[in-house]
């Protein structure tokens, strides 16, 4: 059997039994709307990743932009708008089949839309969650993408090449739209392998927390990828108009890097 | 396709997988017509058009399909037009759909030019790999074989007929053109696609451009394509037109949609623009593309910041 999935059932196993401990299943899951996908891992996954007591409603207006095929599993562009339902203090977005299901979480500040798109690497065929923590309410959008995969387990094209190590943690971007708009288009990318650690023998080496701040300091937002967001991820986000955007990150070996994008002429 | 076909072919899952149809196009030449769609379990992945050359001294045949069962229902289409035995097959390019069905034919040598040769040795197994997903049961028994023997530019006369190669590049890094001089045809494998979306997974869409360019100077009054509609004498150039109009618009929209920052699940949410959403194999080809074309191209918008620390 493959590391993975050992790895993966003896989790999932530990998280059964403490849940079971816990004796919040049945609980958790009363009030839970039915999955309009029809996955056995809804009911599991909400209560792990949102929470116990987490209210859940679904919510079509939350766009979650997908292919319906996923032609490179290592790159699976996905883009979430849920600006629809107010001000967004978290945004997680997460895949069911995934054997590591939470690709990242998004936290605008306010004034920030809860706009972004990325790559994840899918391991099968399985649902896009995307969850808009509003007023204590889970509004949750949704995706299908299906995929022969392979991607979560697949060691990085970083780590098969030694040149990645001496520009880790390098950022380019550029920001679109006019000084004058209300909002425009953050675009940047890090050089960074985001090993998922499920690859035999290659341990988890992943940027954890990517923050944005303003010239006066203030956060923009901030942005928790975890293990599956893709190799030197790329990032599209929708921010309020500023002259320049400092990006701060840090991986999770303690890995610290950050740049300063100037709006474009 | 028919309803009442399709009704018949429903409730025989476990019919024939394949039942080729000999087309004969010109005197020399027969063609097996795939469907304009992408790879599913339905169409088996009988997308592609292969054929073969009666030569008086042997058939010839150019591209065997995406399966061993394929290569064999060839063969079995062929015994029912000529007793000639097949002497030479030969492979356009490396993709999968055009020459996994070289195993069928052990009693020929098996042809291409040299780059594709390596290219079914490394990428083979992962073809496979995608193909029995996407196809299923049709692949089984299927082993990629590569082709055994390196072809290059030139020409050469078999029995009654002259077969003139063309190497060019743009759909894959070399793109084998086959003429039957006598039947002024051209078999354009991948650099032409009829009325069906062009693939694009090793794609220079500007080098494929130009040679479109120079395949439309050959003299030919029958175009096959490597998918899609055949096309003969005054249309004959329209489905390297089309081609070409496709691929110009392909990336002049992808480079100004990199422009403006739009991420690519939003350009695969959006829909290839009109007329191309109407080509086969729609839309699946146009997201396929943004995969294979769109990254690099995003990327290479970007700049460096102001400062950085690391
Ligand atoms: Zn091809």
């Given at each position: 059997?493959p590391?993975?999935?050992?790895?993966?059932?003896?989790?999932?196993?530990?998280?059964?039994?403490?849940?079971c401990?816990?004796?919040?299943?049945?609980l958790?899951?009363?009030t839970l709307?039915?999955?309009p996908?029809?996955?056995?891992q809804?009911?599991?996954?909400?209560?792990?990743?949102l929470?116990?007591?987490?209210?859940?409603v679904?919510?079509d207006?939350?766009v979650?932009?997908?292919p319906a095929?996923?032609?490179?599993?290592l790159?699976?562009?996905?883009?979430?708008d849920?600006s629809?339902?107010?001000?967004?203090?978290?945004?997680?977005?997460?895949?069911?089949?995934?054997p590591?299901?939470?690709?990242?979480?998004?936290?605008?500040e306010?004034?920030?839309?809860?706009?972004i798109?990325?790559d994840?690497k899918?391991?099968?065929?399985?649902?896009?969650?995307a969850?808009a923590?509003?007023?204590?309410?889970?509004?949750?959008?949704m995706?299908?993408?299906s995929?022969?995969?392979?991607?979560c387990?697949?060691?990085?094209?970083?780590s098969?090449?030694e040149?990645w190590a001496a520009?880790?943690g390098?950022i380019?971007?550029?920001?679109?739209?006019?000084?004058d708009?209300l909002?425009?288009?953050?675009?940047?990318?890090?050089v960074?392998?985001m090993?998922t650690g499920?690859?035999?023998?290659?341990?988890?080496f992943?940027?954890?927390?990517?923050?944005?701040?303003?010239?006066?300091?203030?956060?923009?937002?901030?942005?928790?990828?975890?293990e599956?967001v893709?190799?030197?991820?790329?990032?599209?986000l929708?921010?309020?108009a500023?002259?320049?955007?400092?990006?701060?990150g840090?991986?999770?070996?303690?890995?610290?890097f950050?740049?300063?994008?100037m709006?474009s002429? | 396709?028919?309803?009442?076909v399709?009704?018949?072919?429903?409730?025989?899952?476990?019919?024939?997988a394949?039942?080729?149809?000999?087309?004969?196009?010109?005197?020399h030449v027969?063609?097996f017509?795939?469907?304009?769609e992408h790879?599913?379990?339905?169409?088996?992945?009988n997308?592609?058009?292969?054929g073969?050359?009666?030569t008086?001294?042997?058939?010839?045949i150019l591209d065997?399909?995406?399966?061993?069962k394929?290569g064999?229902a060839m063969l079995?289409?062929?015994?029912?037009?000529?007793d000639?035995?097949?002497?030479?097959?030969?492979?356009t390019h490396?993709h999968?759909?055009?020459?996994?069905g070289?195993?069928?034919f052990d009693?020929?040598?098996?042809?291409a030019?040299?780059?594709?040769q390596?290219?079914?040795?490394?990428s083979?197994?992962?073809y496979?790999?995608?193909l029995y997903?996407?196809?299923?049961s049709?692949?089984v028994?299927?082993?990629?074989?590569?082709a055994q023997?390196?072809?290059?530019?030139?020409?050469?006369?078999?029995?009654?007929?002259t077969?003139?190669?063309?190497?060019?590049?743009?759909?894959t890094?070399?793109?084998?053109v086959?003429?039957v001089?006598?039947?002024?045809?051209?078999?354009?494998?991948?650099?032409?696609?009829?009325d069906?979306?062009?693939?694009?997974?090793?794609?220079?869409?500007?080098l494929?451009?130009?040679s479109l360019?120079?395949?439309r100077?050959?003299?030919f009054r029958v175009?096959?394509?490597?998918?899609?509609n055949?096309?003969?004498?005054?249309?004959?150039?329209q489905?390297?037109?089309?081609?070409?109009?496709?691929?110009?618009?392909?990336?002049?929209?992808?480079?100004?949609?990199?422009?403006?920052g739009t991420?690519?699940?939003?350009?695969?949410?959006?829909g290839?623009?009109s007329?191309?959403?109407?080509?086969?194999?729609?839309?699946?080809?146009y997201?396929?593309?943004?995969?294979?074309?769109?990254?690099e191209m995003?990327?290479?918008?970007?700049?460096a910041?102001?400062?950085q620390e690391?």
């Open positions: 059997m590391v993975f999935l050992v790895k993966t059932l003896a989790m999932k196993a530990l998280l059964f039994i403490v849940s401990l816990v004796g919040m299943t049945s958790a899951n009363a709307p039915q999955d996908l029809k996955s056995s809804w009911e599991y996954l909400v209560p792990i990743i929470g116990e007591d987490a209210e859940v679904l919510n207006t939350i979650v932009n997908a095929a996923a032609e490179d599993s790159n699976v562009p996905v883009f979430v849920a629809s339902v107010g001000q967004v203090e978290r945004l997680v977005v997460f895949a069911d089949w995934n590591i299901p939470i690709i990242l979480e998004y936290r605008p306010p004034g920030t839309p809860a706009n798109g990325f994840f899918v391991q099968q065929s399985t649902p896009i969650r969850a923590l509003v007023d204590g309410v889970w509004q949750v959008g995706a299908h993408v995929a022969a995969g392979g991607g387990t697949l060691p990085s094209m970083g098969a090449d040149s520009k880790l390098e380019s971007g550029r920001t679109i739209g006019q000084r708009n909002y425009q288009s953050l675009l940047f990318d890090v960074h392998p090993d499920l690859a035999d023998g290659i341990p988890a992943f940027i954890d927390e990517l923050t944005l701040t303003n010239p006066a300091g203030q956060t923009i937002a901030t942005l928790l990828p975890k599956p893709s190799e030197n991820p790329l990032f599209n929708r921010i309020p500023v002259d320049s955007v400092v990006i701060r840090r991986d999770n070996n303690g890995n610290a950050s740049a300063e994008i709006q002429e | 396709m028919n309803r009442v399709f009704l018949l072919l429903l409730l025989c899952p476990l019919a024939q394949y039942s080729l149809k000999p087309i004969q196009i010109t005197e027969y063609v017509q795939g469907r304009t790879f599913s379990r339905d169409n088996q992945g997308i592609v058009n292969t073969f050359v009666v008086g001294a042997g058939v010839v065997t399909g995406p399966s061993l394929y064999q079995d289409a062929i015994a029912t037009i000529t000639e035995p097949v002497v030479k097959i030969i492979n490396h999968p759909d055009h020459y996994f070289n195993q069928a009693a020929a040598p098996t042809f030019t040299a780059s594709n390596s290219q079914m040795q490394t083979g197994d992962g496979a790999d995608g997903y996407l196809v299923g049709a692949m028994g299927t082993d990629p074989a590569p023997f390196s072809l290059n530019s030139g020409s050469e006369k078999i029995g009654n007929v077969l003139k190669y063309h190497v060019f590049t743009g759909h890094f070399e793109d084998l086959i003429a001089v006598e039947d002024k045809l051209i078999f354009a494998g991948d650099l032409v696609f009829g069906r979306a062009p693939t694009t997974p090793h794609a220079d869409i500007e494929w451009i130009k360019d120079k395949l100077a050959l003299e175009l096959i394509p490597g998918h899609g055949i096309a003969s004498n005054h249309s004959a150039m489905p390297i037109d089309d081609t070409k109009a496709y691929l110009t618009w392909l990336q002049r929209h992808l480079l100004l949609s990199a422009e403006n991420h690519p699940a939003q350009l695969i949410a959006e290839p623009a007329p191309w959403d109407q080509l086969g194999a729609m839309p699946d080809e997201e396929r593309s943004i995969s294979h074309l769109y990254p995003l990327r290479n918008t970007l700049q910041p102001i400062w690391r």
